[in-house]
């Protein structure tokens, strides 16, 4: 699956310095706005300690882990939804991501620039929603303007005029989408209009090295902020991660690390809240030429795991072999799994859960 995430946020607020940490990508992080002109894109690996253990049993040729595209996006100003800065452009690399990730500015230093003067992370976070929602509601305008007609005479058409009118008066509100008091049945009706503020966000405050574990007055006041979004707010110090990312030895970063009493870099906790962010699970695949983490999405069928791996699977699915992680780690084989009477065999109502090691039995 193409899994894509988008940073955006202010210019100056520290997305390319991040990016780089992420993707070892060489985005220019100068100190002036938009030197981010076209879209830098990292395939970032997905950390998974499941993924490790398994190879350390099994001893396969390969190992393939998950992956997720984040995609450096330029700095975002006000007037963007109207085309100030470069705005369409900067709107139309945000319409193509799966989820944004906004960075967000909670740190003092007069030596960094800010694009408005002074330190505000809540008036940042403003700017940015405004012209998403601005943006949105042109997109929802010209589409009820479509519609409407055929409302009068085609049943899906008036159900999609009455979703599209409940969200044209939510942005006109200044509300993002994903807050609207429609479901997800109904998000299915506008889902092709590919809305900016209807993605699902995670917020980056970027701190200072003092402020990287408690927080500090910026965060409290973007936690307060986003509460009614229940979106996840995650602290970073993107100065420390890219100095962790110039320490090549993985002993210097743990001891790095340790001084300063981090148990893992905000790297690393990001990657896994953008994954976990999309609702995504993993499976597994483990033999001897290959052991390979699959990407789905929660709630999937035996069948439709199957169809990640290729269409055929799906369409001549006759069963799953579905093995639970801890069972494998703790037996230590896939045989010993078989002996103890470990391994399920499963058909196509099995929901495949977070984890499970799968072998799939079709028709061609």
Avoid at 70 to 88: Q, R, T, Y
Avoid at 103 to 126: A, M, Q, T, Y
């Amino acid at each position: 699956m193409a899994l894509q995430c988008g940073i955006v946020g202010l210019p100056n607020v520290g997305k390319s310095t991040l990016f780089n940490c992420l993707s070892n990508a060489k985005a220019q992080a100068a100190n002036f706005p938009f030197c981010t002109i076209e879209p830098n894109i990292g395939v970032i690996t997905v950390p998974d300690d499941r993924l490790t253990k398994l190879t350390e049993l099994v001893k396969p040729q390969r190992v393939v882990p998950n992956t997720i595209e984040i995609v450096d996006i330029a700095g975002l100003v006000k007037g963007a939804s109207k085309g100030e800065g470069l705005g369409n452009q900067f709107l139309g690399n945000i319409r193509a991501t799966n989820a944004i990730i906004h960075v967000l500015r909670c740190f003092d230093d007069g030596n960094v620039i800010h694009v408005d003067g002074s330190v505000d992370p809540i008036r940042d976070k403003e700017i940015i929603d405004t012209e998403l929602q601005l943006k949105d509601l042109d997109t929802v305008v010209k589409r009820v303007q479509k519609v409407e007609k055929m409302a009068k005479t085609d049943k899906d058409a008036k159900r999609t005029f009455d979703i599209l009118t409940i969200v044209k008066a939510h942005l006109e509100a200044g509300k993002s989408v994903r807050t609207a008091a429609i479901t997800e049945d109904d998000f299915l009706f506008i889902d092709e209009l590919s809305l900016l503020t209807a993605k699902p966000v995670l917020y980056v405050c970027n701190v200072d090295e003092a402020s990287v574990i408690k927080g500090n007055k910026y965060v409290d006041l973007v936690k307060e902020a986003v509460k009614a979004e229940k979106a996840e707010v995650l602290i970073i110090s993107a100065k420390i991660e890219s100095e962790i990312a110039e320490l090549e030895d993985f002993e210097e970063r743990t001891i790095f690390l340790e001084d300063l009493g981090l148990t893992e870099s905000g790297v690393a906790k990001l990657i896994v809240a953008a994954y976990r962010l999309l609702d995504l699970y993993t499976y597994f695949t483990a033999g001897v030429q290959e052991v390979r983490a699959w990407t789905i999405t929660k709630g999937f069928t035996a069948p439709q795991a199957a169809g990640v791996i290729h269409s055929d699977f799906e369409k001549g699915f006759i069963r799953a072999e579905v093995i639970k992680y801890q069972d494998f780690v703790t037996l230590g084989s896939e045989n010993a799994c078989k002996e103890a009477g470990k391994l399920g065999v499963e058909g196509k109502t099995y929901v495949v859960e977070d984890g499970d090691i799968m072998h799939f039995r079709f028709n061609v």
